[in-house]
């Protein structure tokens, strides 16, 4: 059985919400890894304030429902002057939101940097900035990047929550064309394999890293 016409003629709005999906996933990312590395500098820092800022706002964004922060952040741009701004809401609630988890990963892979290390890096002189971005980051990044890819596949399946203000992401746009053309096994067809066609690379990309990462951990140790 082929595809209904009509269903044909909706591709190119198909095509405009897979777009718009993928640039919410991908500004997510980034708003992930820039809250996630703040929340963790700030536990990790050495004022009390600041850390029991960062906890709270991991316990905040891990323990309320997505749908309640989005609708916080789209009610709550207007009063600094940024309304009327759905896409940009939406980005940042997924940003925020999967950002808390981003800093619970990346504190569990401090693990990774032996004190060894650190007290040979202090007593080189080394700033603690330095430190951070030379040593102890990098090994960081590399232990999570697993679990990192995996958390960014769950935040693509997290982007039709965008739909609630009114961003017409692939679901929406599904959504709307079924409204139309009452062929819905069709179009969530045509919607699963767009979810797909993102998050089915970045799943293998996620195996390979973790098989590699393994394999590296493996020859380290035998070589110790």
Known sequence: MGFD?????SLPFLIDGWLLTLELTLLGA????????????LQLGGHAPLRWGARLYISFMRGTPS???LFVLFFALPLVGLGGKPMLAAALALGLNSGAYTAEILRGNLRVVTAGQIEAAVALGM?????????ALPQVLSAS???????????????????V???????????????RTYTSTQVMLLVSIGYLAVALPVIHLARRTGRSIA???LSAGVAS
């Open 5 to 9: 016409p009509q269903v044909i003629r």
């Open 30 to 41: 980034a708003g992930s890894l820039v809250f996630g590395h703040l929340a963790l500098a």
């Open 67 to 69: 749908l309640v922060q």
């Open 127 to 135: 700033p603690r900035w330095r430190i951070w971005s030379r040593i």
């Open 145 to 163: 990047l697993p679990a990192l890819i995996n958390e960014f596949t769950m935040l693509l399946k997290t982007t039709p929550l965008a739909s």
């Open 165 to 179: 203000v009114a961003v017409t992401e692939l679901t929406y746009a599904g959504q709307m064309v079924i409204a």
């Open 215 to 217: 394999t590296r951990r």
